[in-house]
């Protein structure tokens, strides 16, 4: 092993294991303990803050100098960088930094890895979202299926009781969304675009083909949302608000319901499987509004305002 090399092994050693005896070093490496100290002074000289203790508790340790060391990172510690410099782009002041840096650790890492790197920045969010969830062993998968546009077979569940279900779908893309990740795929022989929460799947099964889909939504994040607002529901809500429907956005989580301009009013549109529910939160916005359908939201707010009469 050449001096250049051996001494690199050598950071990446003590950032593995600080405390590493000269001894343990030295076989580690394969040369002998003065080859290994004359090493660890050579780093010394470069300016690397390498303190050493003698006795059986003793060894090297790195520690901060003047010189930023090299980070050797594994496949996965480089995936989990890249994934946080990808996230760190959505907050104000560090986005030039990030960017730089994503696309340093990109240009110097093993061509094998380039692709896990490029399939992590297909990740869309809106710019005032921080993003997080879901597990690697999912993530990863998805966001490589995302970019090679490679149909995958998941184990997804509805919900948290119901057992995972495999189903194959044609993947899209990623959207991290109120901290949650979310992929829109299509289902195998359906005409239809879905979006399945990743924290709720439990494996991603690549399948080397592509399976027909229909047009892919335009807005990825606004689509996500949407399906959130607009899922498997029970009921279905319409509100006309007598107000503009930027003055309701404010108030209105895009993940909860869709807010439609009419221009000086708007229409709120959402799913529910509990009207008193839908009843209590239209109660909370204190929006002029009347409801368009459907009628038992009329009775439940009736009787909502009946109950807040008796009781205050």
Not at 72 to 87: H, I, K, N, Q, S
Not at 113 to 119: E, I, M, N, P, V
Not at 125 to 151: N, Q, W
Not at 203 to 232: I, K, Y
């Amino acid at each position: 092993m050449r001096t250049t090399n051996r001494r690199l092994e050598i950071l990446s050693v003590l950032q593995a294991q600080p405390g590493i005896s000269a001894a343990r070093l030295a076989a580690r490496l394969g040369v002998t303990e003065r080859t290994a100290r004359r090493d660890v002074a050579g780093l010394r000289e470069l300016g690397y803050r390498i303190d050493g203790e003698a006795g059986r508790a003793g060894g090297y340790r790195l520690a901060s100098g003047q010189a930023m060391p090299p980070l050797l990172l594994d496949a996965d510690e480089v995936a989990a960088v890249a994934l946080g410099l990808r996230t760190a782009v959505t907050v104000e002041g560090v986005e030039t930094a990030a960017v730089t840096a994503l696309a340093k650790l990109t240009q110097v890492v093993p061509a094998r890895w380039r692709t896990r790197l490029a399939a992590l920045a297909d990740i869309e969010a809106p710019p005032d979202e921080p993003t997080r969830r879901a597990r690697g062993e999912v993530l990863v998968p998805a966001a490589l299926a995302v970019r090679a546009h490679e149909a995958v077979r998941l184990r997804h569940r509805r919900t948290d009781t119901t057992p995972s279900k495999p189903v194959d779908v044609q993947p899209h893309r990623l959207v991290a969304l109120r901290r949650r990740w979310y992929l829109i795929a299509c289902p195998r022989g359906e005409d239809r675009w879905t979006t399945y929460a990743l924290d709720r799947v439990d494996h991603v099964q690549p399948l080397a083909t592509r399976h027909p889909t229909p047009e892919p939504p335009d807005d990825p994040v606004g689509f996500v949302a949407d399906s959130l607002a607009h899922g498997p529901w029970r009921y279905r809500v319409r509100v006309r608000v007598h107000t503009s429907a930027d003055l309701v956005r404010e108030s209105v989580d895009p993940t909860v319901a869709a807010v439609v301009d009419l221009g000086d009013e708007c229409e709120l549109r959402f799913g529910t499987d509990d009207l008193d529910w839908a009843a209590r939160w239209l109660t909370y916005l204190n929006l002029d509004a009347d409801v368009l359908e459907p009628a038992a939201l009329t009775t439940r707010l009736h009787a909502l305002g009946r109950w807040l009469h008796q009781r205050y």
